[in-house]
């Protein structure tokens, strides 16, 4: 069955410290893959998605994702966290014909100053 | 532009009773996706509208979910009557294309 894991629950790191949230999917072929941020209060907010071609995605507010193929990973990632990032965090796939979004269980990110 | 637009944001009924969840998706798209995600679990698709008609309705965990789109535009998901587990947090999206998807801010059941 297709499925998305975001295998961390909560993460806490510092301001000014290196992120990387996890994502593994399980799908037939190569999902389109995606990563939500729903700060407290807001919708869903797209900061980026991955479709084909360069594996190392830019994405809003400083964050960036790899896909690696052989690993079934798209992991998110941020140089230097912001207090502002304390939100979560959630990986989204879905493939062509579908459209239905297969979602992990999030990661809620807390930020120390 | 105008974003994906959800009503109520929260709302709070006994069980037994019905609720009537909005959506308002961008002008123009033809997709429209709800959602819901019940506390501590993952965001799940519950059905999927082209225009009126439903492409998929596989979500949707029983009848007393019904979801309406009359004449493309808005959407509606009635709940009749609700059961404690119908508690959690509805989302809209909607899509020009179906590949990427624009979400709402989300609706906070609560059943009492």
């Known amino acids: ?113 | 532009e105008a974003g994906v637009t959800q009503f109520p944001s929260h709302s709070v009924i006994e069980k037994g009773q019905t609720v009537t969840l909005r959506c308002d998706p961008i002008s123009g798209h033809d997709n429209l996706y709800w959602y819901r995600r019940v506390m501590g679990k993952e965001i799940k698709f519950l059905l999927h509208f082209v225009k009126e008609s439903k492409q998929d309705e596989s979500g949707m965990p029983n009848n007393r979910f019904l979801a309406e789109r009359t004449g493309g535009t808005y959407s509606t998901l009635k709940v009749q009557p609700a059961e404690l587990e119908d508690s959690g947090v509805y989302f809209c999206a909607s899509s020009p294309s179906g590949n990427e998807q624009f979400f709402g801010p989300g609706t906070r059941l609560t059943v009492l």
């Open chain 1, 1 to 113: 069955a297709q499925s998305v894991t975001q295998p961390d629950i909560h993460i806490t790191v510092s301001e000014g410290a290196s992120l990387e949230l996890r994502c593994n999917y399980s799908y037939g072929a190569t999902p389109y893959l995606f990563w939500y941020v729903q700060s407290p209060g807001q919708g869903l907010q797209l900061l980026l998605k991955y479709f084909s071609g360069d594996t190392l995605v830019q994405g809003i507010k400083g964050f960036e994702a790899e896909f690696k193929r052989s690993q079934s990973s798209f992991n998110l990632r941020k140089p230097s966290v912001h207090w502002s990032d304390a939100a979560e965090y959630f990986c989204a796939a879905t493939t062509s014909g579908t459209y239905k979004y297969i979602f992990g269980t999030g990661t809620r990110l807390k930020v120390l100053a």
